[in-house]
């Protein structure tokens, strides 16, 4: 689950992560209130979206006044931002962050996020702030400094140092103040089980003191259960409404541009059946697990997920059966193509446990637009084939 | 021969009541392996499943001599089970439960490497050596017995891997279900070191997927160490970058951890990487004959 920006902030302020000062805002009149509250006499104005590159769309901006603040929210609540992370059709603004100026002297960036392979926390940081950290990697990856730390002994001394030499800070006072920087970011994304924090830019002010200009969070679903606070931060209007419906009845779904839907058992063979079709020439509409024990009720709401999408020439009911047996399943295909009118062509493969006795369930059930797969290449074929009307 | 377990392998169950571990130690049990007893903490002293329940590990291992835990407890206590294990005894840990907080399996793994205990999973299907011992929740009956290792981050491609083998008339000796997590026990090069030193094992099938740089790091390995022909597929190829697929640990992040990096980098290491998971019986066939 990710946050936003402003959600973010609340997180670092808990920890004493220093940011500039900042009001949340759904309004423009709020946004000039908020102004006004905060004082100054610059203000920056910045769309809150599960996003990165809301600069470069548009979705942040400079106000000299008053006046102007409340113009500029006017202009981006209601926008919807396109930017690299969002994809082609953007991200409606319905919240904006209304933060005081900084004196900006310099711009760093730093990062925490899982090293799989060392199965720790590693610190990013670099001196190249501002910047998309994956073209920094690219092209100057000798710029990027990473640091792992173990959580059974957690952030020493020398993890610090190892940061500040690797920043190329001398002065000690602003020493002192980064590492204590970094370790409150550290601190906080262990004690609230974060995937990832990003921090880009951190800014060093003319003051030579440092703060988060930016804060981006995720974390990680399966520990949600113990933070009721961050799963309170949860925005649902910037989650898929389809991905959303479907994880309620224990589905994951990820729609995608193609034309063949896909409803199989188990994540890996959704990505393998996916990856058939379109090794055989088709274009897979969806990523669909049904879970390890697909039922008639779950397979009638794969079926509904899917058929929502006008895309869909075709559904490839893919199910290795192992501890769930197929003639269960194939009666749980019967009914749902009973609860649900499914008007496309459904190419059924269903192999392992009791997979003969399947087969013989679907041939005798006499459902005109039901084709039986023999296997896993036999019906992403056959899916193809009906997708292109052949 | 084969690797890890046989049927002389002593196994517990750590939540053995629950209705997840009754019904899997029932049909481990059918398949023929021993298991020994299970922990339930407070119903010590009980059966189940005509085996003795026990409140703690260190119990259950003194009086059975069980070598390898089961485990099903729910997410929120997986890594307290691991680690109960891990200074218990046991030396072989298979973690089916999906949904254990990355921070939680950090510490769990820590904490059984420092005890020398191996571990496979979480969010797996576990590990089965044909014919003799299953130990986790795939179907015993399509994996018959023969001379392919097989190893994969997925359930159901394990399921179909195995089906497509042993469909050509060839057979598995072990096959390993490692799990999609971010952090994992046995991971790909362990096994495939295991299956090399194993005298009946003759090919290797290796089934990999999007995210991480697992089977990045076995590509390397297998062109420093490994001798015998392995055939790999790496599901996601069609997958979309920043979406999470099915398993915690599947997920392009940027440019990192993509199909075709991986099966690059497998090809060039002498590998025969398959672009379907539907070829891989045919695959395993051409290179044994």
Known sequence: ?390 | MSILVNKDTKVIVQGFTGKEGSFHAEQCLAYGTQIVGGVTPNKGGQEHLGKPVFNTVAEAVVTTGATVSMIFVPPAFVADAVMEAAVSGIELAVIITEGAPVRDMQKAKACATKNGMMTIGPNCPGVITAEECKIGIMPGAIFKKGNVGLISKSGTLTYEGANQVCNEGYGITTAVGIGGDPIIGLSYKQLLQMFEEDPETEAIVMIGEIGGDLEIQAATYIEENISKPVVAFIAGQTAPAGKRMGHAGAIISGSAGTAKEKMDALEAAGVKVVVSPAEIGKAVKEILG
């Not at chain 1, 302020?13 to 900042?22: E, L, Q």
């Not at chain 1, 193609?258 to 063979?269: K, S, T």
């Not at chain 1, 501890?323 to 295909?333: L, P």
């Open chain 1, 1 to 390: 689950m990710n946050i936003h920006e402003y959600q973010a902030k609340q997180i670092f302020a808990k920890y004493g992560v220093p940011t500039p000062k900042g009001i949340i805002a759904n309004t423009p009149n709020q946004a000039a209130t908020n102004a006004a509250e905060l004082g100054g006499d610059v203000w920056v104005v910045k769309a809150q979206i599960h996003a990165g590159g809301r600069g470069l769309g548009g979705g942040v901006k400079l106000a000299k006044s008053i006046d102007e603040v409340r113009e500029l929210a006017t202009e981006i609540l209601g926008m919807t931002l396109v930017t690299h992370q969002t994809g082609p059709e953007g991200k409606l603004v319905q919240k904006v962050y209304i933060e005081e100026g900084a004196d900006i002297v310099d711009e760093l960036y730093l990062s925490v996020v899982l090293d799989r392979a060392a199965e720790m926390p590693i610190i990013m940081a670099s001196t190249e702030g501002g910047m998309d950290i994956e073209t920094v990697a690219e092209e100057t990856p000798e710029k990027i400094i990473k640091i792992a730390v173990d959580p059974a002994f957690g952030f020493q001394g020398f993890h610090g140092r190892a940061l500040v030499f690797g920043l190329g800070i001398t002065d000690k006072k602003e020493q002192a103040k980064m590492i204590r920087f970094a370790k409150a970011v550290y601190t906080l994304y262990m004690d609230n089980d974060a995937e990832m924090i990003e921090i880009n830019p951190l800014i060093k002010t003319v003051y030579g003191d440092f703060m988060a200009l930016d804060g981006k969070m995720g974390f990680d679903d399966s520990a949600l259960g113990r933070h009721p606070e961050i799963e309170d931060m949860r925005d649902i209007s910037e989650e898929d409404p389809d991905e959303r419906d479907a994880s309620r009845y224990g589905l994951s779904y990820i729609a995608l541009d193609g034309e063949i839907g896909c409803m199989v058992n188990g994540a890996g063979l959704a990505m393998g059946t996916m990856d058939t079709i379109n090794y055989m020439g088709g274009t897979p509409a969806n990523f669909l697990d049904v879970g390890g024990s697909a039922n008639a009720e779950t397979v009638a709401k794969g079926f509904e997920i899917i058929l929502k999408n006008p895309n869909v020439k075709a559904i490839f009911v893919n199910i290795f059966g192992g501890i769930v047996r197929c003639d269960r399943i194939a009666n749980g295909i019967i009914e749902a193509t009973k609860i649900t009118d499914v008007n496309v062509p459904v190419i059924v493969r269903l192999d392992g446990t009791n997979a003969p006795e399947a087969a013989e369930i679907l041939k005798n059930a006499n459902i005109s637009n039901l084709i039986v797969g023999d296997d896993l290449g036999d019906g992403a074929a056959k899916a193809v084939a009906a997708a292109k009307g052949v």
